[in-house]
């Protein structure tokens, strides 16, 4: 009978002590860089010295992030002579936000 009471007490402290944890995530944790390439040529995207997508030509990539800053460079992979076009950019993210790097026709590059 005993032993039934402190098995009786032992569960009801554990129903009653015991409680779900619940994590809030932020909405706005995330934030997005819109890359835009006009180029007829494709392009390696490197985020922090790392290399995320080779973007094809004439098209849009949208790339999710935590908030914070990037070091952003591109470098064109064909359809140069002696070295690729090379552009380095920084973006302070911020959460929610919406950061466009634009990647323009180079003087010379044929129409589509």
Same mark, same amino acid.
């Given at each position: 009978m005993k032993r039934a009471l402190n098995l !009786?007490?032992?569960? %009801?402290? %554990?129903?009653?002590?015991?409680?779900?944890?619940?994590?809030?995530?932020?909405s706005c944790a995330m934030g997005t860089i819109k890359f835009i390439n006009n180029s007829v040529y494709p392009y390696s995207l490197y %985020?922090?010295?790392?290399l995320v997508k080779t973007q094809e030509k004439?098209?849009?990539?949208?790339?999710?992030?935590f908030t914070g800053h990037y070091a952003i460079k591109i470098v064109?992979?064909? !359809?140069?002579?002696?070295?690729?076009?090379?552009?380095?950019?920084?973006?302070? %993210? !911020? !959460?929610?936000?919406?950061?466009t790097i634009v990647i323009t026709k180079q003087p010379g590059e044929p129409e589509k």
């Open positions: !009786g007490l032992f569960s %009801l402290l %554990l129903a009653v002590g015991c409680t779900k944890t619940e994590t809030k995530t932020d %985020l922090n010295d790392k004439q098209s849009t990539y949208d790339h999710s992030g064109q992979d064909t !359809g140069y002579v002696a070295t690729p076009y090379t552009k380095e950019y920084s973006v302070d %993210l !911020g !959460g929610c936000e919406t950061e």
